[in-house]
């Protein structure tokens, strides 16, 4: 029999995988051809005396960066620096890589006795749902390194306020990839990234900083439709 069924958070979908259990082949669940969501429906013929699985593939996830100019090469627009000592972008198009993991720029961050240094931009771009993955991550070059850097997401959610945080590692290094994340905890309503140099000594190079939201997305497993009239119990 022909049942329509109506799938909620799924507008389309490329393919729907069906399976099917019946008296054609009762050794194995076969996997039959497959059918489509149209405007939130399935229409689909479900034979009589069989058990179907429909299996509903995800539609592609979406990553949202919510930094602005994260790869400083428009200098410290969107960022405000606080206590700055020699803390600026830095810019080398002669040597690539030298100041800059891509592009030609980079921030650089000094440790300084007695000092905590921050850089912060406030979210001007708000995106992300309970349960999507926020991710803040950087490229970062080490000279001589001996003060704790750590950026920091502060999150407002409907659930609450969440932060989000890791620290560079110290020493001398060539551009390595750092980060972190975690699932929010609610709606995303406004937010910041700080970058914080706490006192001491050495340099870091900052580039690609970047606040990625990827939004949750997971296969869904509809179940088969009521039992079609003339099945043997």
């Not at 082949?25 to 069989?50: C, K, M, R, W, Y």
Request: with cysteine; net charge neutral.
């Amino acid at each position: 029999q022909s049942t329509t069924i109506t799938v909620t958070g799924f507008d389309a979908s490329p393919a729907v995988e069906v399976w099917q259990y019946s008296s054609a082949n009762l050794a194995a669940v076969v996997q039959q051809p497959d059918t489509l969501i149209t405007s939130g429906v399935i229409n689909h013929a479900f034979p009589a005396e069989s058990v179907t699985m429909l299996v509903v593939s995800p539609p592609p996830g979406v990553s949202t960066d919510l930094i602005d100019n994260g790869s400083f090469e428009s200098s410290l627009t969107s960022w405000t620096v606080t206590n700055p000592t020699q803390d600026k972008v830095k810019c080398d198009s002669l040597v690539p890589g030298r100041l800059a993991h891509t592009g030609i720029c980079g921030l650089q961050l000094t440790g300084t006795a007695g000092i905590t240094t921050k850089v912060k931009q406030v979210l001007a771009t708000i995106a992300g749902a309970t349960g999507d993955s926020a991710v803040i991550s950087a490229w970062a070059k080490g000279k001589n390194l001996a003060a704790t850097v750590q950026l920091k997401a502060t999150l407002t959610t409907t659930m609450g306020t969440q932060n989000i945080k890791f620290s560079l590692p110290l020493g001398t290094y060539a551009f390595t990839a750092a980060g972190t994340g975690d699932d929010l905890l609610g709606d995303l309503v406004s937010g910041k990234l700080q970058i914080i140099v706490k006192p001491g000594s050495g340099k870091v190079f900052l580039d690609d900083v970047q606040l990625t939201i990827n939004s949750a997305r997971g296969s869904a497993l509809l179940p088969p439709p009521e039992v079609p009239q003339g099945w043997r119990q």
